[in-house]
Protein backbone atom coordinates (compact mmCIF):
# COMPACT_ATOMS: atom_id res chain seq x y z
CA UNK A 1 0.00 0.00 0.00
CA UNK A 2 1.39 3.50 -1.26
CA UNK A 3 1.86 5.55 2.44
CA UNK A 4 -0.60 8.01 2.36
CA UNK A 5 2.25 11.14 1.53
CA UNK A 6 3.13 9.56 -1.72
CA UNK A 7 -0.73 9.65 -2.34
CA UNK A 8 -1.31 13.30 -1.56
CA UNK A 9 1.99 14.19 -3.65
CA UNK A 10 0.48 12.06 -6.41
CA UNK A 11 -3.00 13.82 -6.29
CA UNK A 12 -1.10 17.23 -5.80
CA UNK A 13 0.94 16.31 -9.36
CA UNK A 14 -2.89 14.94 -10.95
CA UNK A 15 -4.09 18.52 -10.18
CA UNK A 16 -1.12 20.82 -10.67
CA UNK A 17 0.96 19.14 -13.85
CA UNK A 18 -1.14 22.05 -15.96
CA UNK A 19 0.82 24.91 -14.59
CA UNK A 20 4.08 23.58 -14.55
CA UNK A 21 3.70 22.60 -18.65
CA UNK A 22 2.04 26.02 -19.31
CA UNK A 23 5.52 27.70 -17.52
CA UNK A 24 7.55 25.26 -19.45
CA UNK A 25 5.90 25.63 -22.93
CA UNK A 26 6.57 29.06 -22.82
CA UNK A 27 10.33 28.68 -21.82
CA UNK A 28 10.79 26.25 -24.66
CA UNK A 29 9.29 29.34 -26.97
CA UNK A 30 11.06 31.86 -25.48
CA UNK A 31 14.58 29.03 -25.70
CA UNK A 32 13.05 28.49 -29.64
CA UNK A 33 15.68 30.76 -31.19
CA UNK A 34 18.51 29.33 -29.51
CA UNK A 35 17.69 25.69 -29.73
CA UNK A 36 16.52 26.10 -33.20
CA UNK A 37 19.55 28.05 -34.77
CA UNK A 38 20.48 24.81 -36.59
CA UNK A 39 17.49 23.59 -37.82
CA UNK A 40 15.51 23.17 -40.83
CA UNK A 41 12.03 24.86 -40.88
CA UNK A 42 10.55 21.52 -41.24
CA UNK A 43 12.37 20.50 -37.95
CA UNK A 44 11.18 23.47 -36.50
CA UNK A 45 7.52 23.01 -37.11
CA UNK A 46 8.27 19.58 -35.76
CA UNK A 47 9.29 20.90 -31.94
CA UNK A 48 7.00 23.99 -32.25
CA UNK A 49 3.89 21.22 -31.58
CA UNK A 50 4.88 20.50 -28.15
CA UNK A 51 5.16 24.21 -26.70
CA UNK A 52 2.53 25.32 -28.25
CA UNK A 53 0.49 22.23 -27.16
CA UNK A 54 1.20 23.28 -23.76
CA UNK A 55 0.30 26.63 -24.15
CA UNK A 56 -3.09 24.45 -25.56
CA UNK A 57 -3.41 22.86 -22.23
CA UNK A 58 -3.59 25.84 -19.99
CA UNK A 59 -6.72 27.13 -21.28
CA UNK A 60 -8.20 23.56 -21.69
CA UNK A 61 -7.31 22.30 -17.96
CA UNK A 62 -6.91 25.37 -15.77
CA UNK A 63 -9.24 24.73 -12.64
CA UNK A 64 -9.87 21.40 -14.00
CA UNK A 65 -12.29 23.03 -17.10
CA UNK A 66 -12.02 20.52 -19.23
CA UNK A 67 -12.75 17.34 -17.12
CA UNK A 68 -15.51 19.50 -15.10
CA UNK A 69 -17.12 20.20 -18.55
CA UNK A 70 -17.26 16.51 -19.54
CA UNK A 71 -18.60 15.09 -16.03
CA UNK A 72 -21.32 17.99 -16.53
CA UNK A 73 -21.95 17.88 -20.37
CA UNK A 74 -21.62 14.05 -20.58
CA UNK A 75 -21.56 12.48 -17.11
CA UNK A 76 -24.42 14.44 -15.85
CA UNK A 77 -22.56 15.43 -12.79
CA UNK A 78 -21.44 12.41 -12.57
CA UNK A 79 -17.51 11.76 -12.85
CA UNK A 80 -16.73 9.96 -15.83
CA UNK A 81 -13.05 11.73 -16.38
CA UNK A 82 -11.09 11.60 -13.82
CA UNK A 83 -7.76 14.13 -12.90
CA UNK A 84 -5.73 11.03 -12.91
CA UNK A 85 -6.84 9.90 -16.50
CA UNK A 86 -6.49 13.76 -17.68
CA UNK A 87 -3.21 13.20 -16.21
CA UNK A 88 -2.41 9.79 -18.14
CA UNK A 89 -3.57 11.63 -21.36
CA UNK A 90 -1.43 15.29 -21.50
CA UNK A 91 1.34 13.60 -19.96
CA UNK A 92 2.28 9.99 -21.69
CA UNK A 93 -0.71 10.71 -24.45
CA UNK A 94 0.25 14.31 -25.08
CA UNK A 95 3.92 15.50 -23.91
CA UNK A 96 5.09 11.49 -24.83
CA UNK A 97 3.71 11.20 -27.96
CA UNK A 98 5.15 14.83 -29.44
CA UNK A 99 8.78 13.84 -27.81
CA UNK A 100 8.46 10.60 -30.11
CA UNK A 101 7.55 12.40 -32.99
CA UNK A 102 10.34 14.96 -32.44
CA UNK A 103 12.55 12.01 -31.98
CA UNK A 104 11.76 10.12 -34.53
CA UNK A 105 12.12 13.07 -36.85
CA UNK A 106 15.84 14.17 -35.75
CA UNK A 107 16.83 10.93 -36.20
CA UNK A 108 14.82 8.63 -38.56
CA UNK A 109 12.92 10.74 -40.96
CA UNK A 110 10.92 14.47 -40.87
CA UNK A 111 8.07 12.09 -41.75
CA UNK A 112 7.56 11.15 -38.54
CA UNK A 113 7.33 14.55 -37.29
CA UNK A 114 3.69 14.43 -38.62
CA UNK A 115 2.99 11.95 -35.31
CA UNK A 116 3.08 15.29 -33.44
CA UNK A 117 1.23 17.10 -36.03
CA UNK A 118 -1.53 15.12 -37.00
CA UNK A 119 -2.14 15.17 -33.08
CA UNK A 120 -2.20 18.94 -33.06
CA UNK A 121 -4.18 18.96 -35.90
CA UNK A 122 -7.07 16.69 -35.17
CA UNK A 123 -7.65 17.83 -31.74
CA UNK A 124 -8.13 21.10 -33.03
CA UNK A 125 -10.33 19.81 -35.28
CA UNK A 126 -12.75 17.87 -32.14
CA UNK A 127 -12.80 21.11 -30.23
CA UNK A 128 -14.45 23.00 -33.59
CA UNK A 129 -16.33 20.25 -34.12
CA UNK A 130 -18.02 20.21 -30.57
CA UNK A 131 -18.46 23.90 -30.47
CA UNK A 132 -20.30 23.90 -33.84
CA UNK A 133 -22.48 20.88 -32.52
CA UNK A 134 -23.46 22.09 -29.10
CA UNK A 135 -23.58 25.74 -29.78
CA UNK A 136 -21.10 26.57 -26.76
CA UNK A 137 -17.86 27.15 -25.89
CA UNK A 138 -15.87 24.10 -25.03
CA UNK A 139 -12.48 24.48 -23.07
CA UNK A 140 -9.52 24.95 -24.78
CA UNK A 141 -11.53 26.13 -27.91
CA UNK A 142 -10.16 29.76 -28.30
CA UNK A 143 -6.10 27.98 -28.69
CA UNK A 144 -7.27 25.32 -30.95
CA UNK A 145 -8.43 28.10 -33.42
CA UNK A 146 -6.08 30.48 -32.75
CA UNK A 147 -2.99 28.40 -32.47
CA UNK A 148 -3.78 24.98 -33.63
CA UNK A 149 -5.27 25.50 -37.00
CA UNK A 150 -2.27 27.93 -38.47
CA UNK A 151 0.61 26.12 -36.72
CA UNK A 152 -0.42 22.58 -38.16
CA UNK A 153 -1.84 23.44 -41.59
CA UNK A 154 2.05 25.30 -42.02
CA UNK A 155 3.37 22.22 -40.61
CA UNK A 156 1.87 19.62 -42.58
CA UNK A 157 2.75 21.67 -45.99
CA UNK A 158 6.31 22.44 -44.82
CA UNK A 159 7.10 18.95 -43.67
CA UNK A 160 5.76 17.59 -46.74
CA UNK A 161 7.79 20.02 -48.91
CA UNK A 162 10.84 18.49 -47.37
CA UNK A 163 9.86 15.36 -49.83
CA UNK A 164 10.60 13.09 -46.95
CA UNK A 165 6.83 12.85 -45.65
CA UNK A 166 5.51 10.13 -47.29
CA UNK A 167 1.99 8.23 -47.35
CA UNK A 168 2.71 6.22 -44.67
CA UNK A 169 3.78 8.97 -42.72
CA UNK A 170 0.86 10.84 -43.06
CA UNK A 171 -1.32 7.59 -42.58
CA UNK A 172 0.43 6.87 -39.01
CA UNK A 173 0.23 10.38 -38.02
CA UNK A 174 -3.30 10.97 -38.70
CA UNK A 175 -4.16 7.13 -37.92
CA UNK A 176 -2.24 7.34 -34.31
CA UNK A 177 -4.39 10.66 -33.30
CA UNK A 178 -7.60 9.21 -34.27
CA UNK A 179 -6.66 6.13 -32.13
CA UNK A 180 -6.02 8.51 -29.37
CA UNK A 181 -8.87 10.59 -29.77
CA UNK A 182 -11.51 7.24 -30.04
CA UNK A 183 -9.58 5.55 -26.88
CA UNK A 184 -10.47 8.97 -24.66
CA UNK A 185 -14.26 9.08 -25.93
CA UNK A 186 -14.70 5.19 -25.32
CA UNK A 187 -13.05 5.76 -21.72
CA UNK A 188 -15.54 8.57 -21.34
CA UNK A 189 -18.50 6.70 -22.47
CA UNK A 190 -17.89 3.59 -20.67
CA UNK A 191 -17.04 5.26 -17.20
CA UNK A 192 -20.56 6.68 -18.14
CA UNK A 193 -22.13 3.40 -18.70
CA UNK A 194 -21.24 2.22 -15.65
CA UNK A 195 -22.06 5.20 -13.77
CA UNK A 196 -25.57 4.65 -15.02
CA UNK A 197 -25.50 0.79 -14.15
CA UNK A 198 -24.71 2.05 -10.79
CA UNK A 199 -27.85 4.76 -10.10
CA UNK A 200 -29.94 1.94 -11.83
CA UNK A 201 -28.94 -0.55 -9.03
CA UNK A 202 -29.47 2.02 -6.47
CA UNK A 203 -32.56 3.25 -7.54
CA UNK A 204 -33.68 -0.14 -7.72
Do not use: C, K
Request: proline residues 3%; without cysteine.
Amino acid sequence: MPARGQIEMMDRLYRHWVYGGFLAGILLLVLTPVLAAQWTLAMLAVFLQLPVYMIHQYEEHDANRFADFVNTVIGGGREVLSAPAVFVINIPGVWGVNALSIWLAATLSLGYGLIGVYLTLVNAIVHIAQAVRMRRYNPGLLTAIVLFVPLAVWSLFTIHGTGDATLFHHLLGLGLAVLLHALIVAYVLSRHGRAQLVSASEAS
